[in-house]
Nanobody
């Protein structure tokens, strides 16, 4: 079992930045690839980005590429999502998730946090 807790959400103006954190407890964190997803009201949960077990490889959705950056620290059981140049359409609940494979499909993730709200005002 892996327990995930997100933090760092909030209200920010368009063009601003936020950094989300996800802290893990339980089984060896470095055994898992980590992903970030988001869900806006009335929409399906969508892939934002992912990072490999070691942190050496990342992959992003086109909608956030060049604006968002994922990093991890396996010694601290922590993964972050740095969000820059935020837009109103980035407003959503953001979730971190853990997977034993590298995938962009939410079905591939077996552990999820409860989410943190990000609201971007125009």
């Amino acid at each position: 079992q892996v327990q995930l807790v997100e933090s760092g959400g909030g209200l920010v103006q368009a063009g601003g930045s936020l950094r989300l954190s996800c802290t893990a407890s339980g089984r060896a964190f470095s055994n898992y690839a980590m992903g970030w997803f988001r869900q806006a009201p009335g929409k399906e949960r969508e892939f934002v980005g992912r990072i490999s077990w070691s942190g050496g490889s990342t992959y992003y959705a086109d909608s956030v590429k060049g604006r968002f950056t994922i990093s991890r620290d396996n010694a601290k059981n922590w993964v972050s999502l740095q969000m820059n140049s935020l837009r109103p359409e980035d407003t959503a609940v953001y979730y971190c998730a853990a997977s034993t494979i590298q995938t962009s499909s939410r079905n591939g993730y077996m552990y999820w946090g409860m989410g943190t709200q990000v609201t971007v005002s125009s």
